[in-house]
């Protein structure tokens, strides 16, 4: 492997590690409003946090598994739909969470 | 929707059972609003080989089932041997092997009247479990090495992926040295009858069956070459390969047990005790060993297999003449 190949892959698991966090906070935050999996992927596309659905589903019924994320199949355009939304203990975890991603935010501008 | 249900098929066997109805409906859901939008933004539905790009970028069936699994168990002896997308099957199969091969060394042991002891199971045992886990290490390599593979597709993708150019040389190598084994064998016996060519020879019997095996081997042997050089042309070999395999059945039948005698002494031997337990010695190593009932079986199994890949490529074939007889009423 070239010096070139493996700093891209450092580079490349670093940046997924980076990612996967601000990923959960992203996703609590788009589901303040209830939404279904692919409104959720286009909104957090829009946003610039492009996500692909085999990373998106998977994290969605972990949050739910551990209480953050509550669900319910609905029809809408003649589909069935599972819509998300955070559940009351997500709510203040994600209170939680962003206020402590503001302060290491703010810790690491001053870093910088 | 054929492919994306087959897709999704294919998806959850690789699924936690608990969950995989409800991920389905979900991902099923997900994969018909992203076609949909696809279909809106070209104006029209999309082609089969775009499909086939859609269903590969969203990843092969196996890796998308292991996302969704909580238990990322592995194998690894320092480095790892068999990864979480494959260790399910793998346990599967070597639980499967193990029990299989417990009954077999049991009912073989007291069919012969031998003592059943703990030391009878360890060779068969230990065997099934290194040879799979070769074959899984193996594996998990090849997965390692090409990142984007697309090993397990959906039945009805089938027919759009081409045949690999290498799959067709390999099998033409092979079988061309089997057609050409066996059209030398009739000039040389010593290529199936070995050291006792010299005191034996093949009977009458072989001339009603050569021919046809013949023309099995160069039928076998022409749909590689045409595989090769056509390789979009997959139904080739489910079709060819299932009408040669039907075929060989009954000749195998024939050859293996309405013929009492496939090898006869040779002109100018003593029909000594000797010489005739020689030549009962080569027609049991026929019938038994190199054309035994296995290969009958193998080809009986091949057929039905085939049989069954030759479906898609019917339903295929079935939807373009429905389009093409509707696109000429319009």
Sequence with gaps: MSPGNSNHDLFENLRLELRRGSLILAVMASLQAEQYGYTLRKTLTEHGMPIDEGTLYPLLRRLETQGLL?????????????????????????????????????SLNGIL | MDILDSYLRAVKRCLPRAQSDDIIRELSDELRSQLDEQQAALGRPLSDEELMAFFK???????????????????????????????????????????????????????????????????????????????????????????????????????????????????????????????????????????GAAHLKLAPTWH????PMLLLLLASVSQRVVSLVYPTWTWVIPVVRAIINGAAVPILYGLMFKSQTLVVPAEGIQNTPQNQQLVEKFNDLIRWGILGPWLWIWAGISAMVYAWYCVPHLRRLIRRVRGQALSAVS
Aim: net charge positive.
């Design chain 1, 70 to 106: 509550v669900s319910e199949w609905r029809e809408e355009d003649k589909r069935n739909k599972r819509f998300y939304r955070l559940s009351e203990d997500g709510k203040t975890i994600f209170k939680q969470l962003l206020a402590e991603w503001q302060s290491m935010n703010s």
């Design chain 2, 57 to 195: 970028k969203h990843g092969d069936p196996m890796t998308v089932g292991r996302r969704y699994r909580q238990d990322h168990r592995s194998l690894s002896l320092g480095w790892e041997l068999i990864g979480p997308e494959l260790f399910p099957m793998y346990l599967i199969l070597l639980s499967f092997n193990l029990a299989l091969t417990i009954a077999a060394v049991v009912v073989v042991s007291l069919m012969v009247h031998l003592p059943i002891k703990p030391d009878t199971f360890l060779v068969p045992v230990l065997a099934q479990i290194i040879c799979l886990t070769v074959v899984f290490t193996i594996l998990n390599l090849i997965r390692r090495k090409f990142p984007q593979p697309w090993y397990y597709p959906p039945a009805e993708l089938a027919p759009l992926l081409p045949i690999s150019r290498w799959y067709s040389l390999v099998g033409l190598a092979m079988w061309a040295t089997v057609a050409i084994w066996w059209l030398a064998v009739p000039h040389f016996p010593q290529l199936i009858l070995g050291s």
């Design chain 2, 208 to 211: 009603r069956f050569y021919v």
